[in-house]
């Protein structure tokens, strides 16, 4: 089965504060995806990484960064959070070859305050 | 325009009838399609992927695509209450990588 853990299932953090968001996958999965998903918005993809140190942004990209150094794992910074960063956080992770579906983490949910 | 749409619903209906849920997308030269479900609290899981026009079918559920009409379905048969979750439909969009998911359904099945 493939495997996607998230570091933390909730998280709460201070305005200004950089936060970190911890994805590790065991199926050496060359694509992970981050995404936030809120109430009738539905999920939305911040980042998503094709290789090591590949990245290329999703659609809302402003105010996150991430970080993808080794294969498995793939990190979503918060620069300097802000209450419009409170949402659950979804770490997913897909092969590239054909059209593979993504494994989804167990979430974050993160709240600003 | 959305580039993935569906109804939020709830779409409530008896236990053992069928239950339809519908998604439109936008990007004619889609080719992956995806069904997700997720339970209250939970992370997405997939039920069920298309890539070509007609049916699929797997157990209680059956995926439907006409990409002339550019609409997918998913079809629950012998609905259960423990179907009851929100299904979300998702799309890989021509040259693209990443799933682009539409809002999601609420089923609510009633015993």
């Known amino acids: 089965d493939v495997k996607v853990t998230q570091s933390s299932r909730y998280l709460v953090k201070r305005t200004g504060e950089k936060v970190f968001l911890e994805c590790v996958q065991d199926?050496?999965?060359?694509?992970m995806f981050w995404y936030r998903q809120d109430p009738g918005l539905g999920l939305r993809l911040i980042y998503f990484s094709y290789d090591v140190k590949m990245k290329e942004k999703g659609d809302i990209p402003e105010g996150y960064s991430v970080s993808r150094e080794k294969k498995e794992r793939f990190s979503l910074i918060l620069e300097s959070a802000s209450t419009n960063q409170t949402s659950m956080y979804l770490c997913a992770s897909s092969l590239s070859t054909g059209f593979a579906e993504a494994f989804f983490g167990q979430g974050t949910r993160l709240t600003v305050v | 325009q959305k580039e993935v749409e569906q109804n939020s619903g709830p779409l409530s209906v008896p236990e053992g009838a069928i239950a339809s849920l519908n998604c439109t997308y936008s990007d004619r030269g889609s080719q992956s399609f995806f069904w997700y479900r997720q339970y209250s609290g939970k992370s997405p899981e997939l039920i069920m992927f298309i890539y070509s026009n007609g049916d699929k079918e797997d157990g209680r559920f059956t995926a439907q695509l006409n990409k002339a009409s550019q609409y997918v379905s998913l079809l629950i048969r012998d609905s259960q209450p423990s179907d009851s979750a929100t299904y979300l439909c998702a799309v890989i969009g021509a040259g693209r990588r990443a799933l682009t998911f539409g809002s999601g359904t609420r089923l609510q099945v009633q015993p």
């Open positions: 199926m050496d999965h060359e694509n």
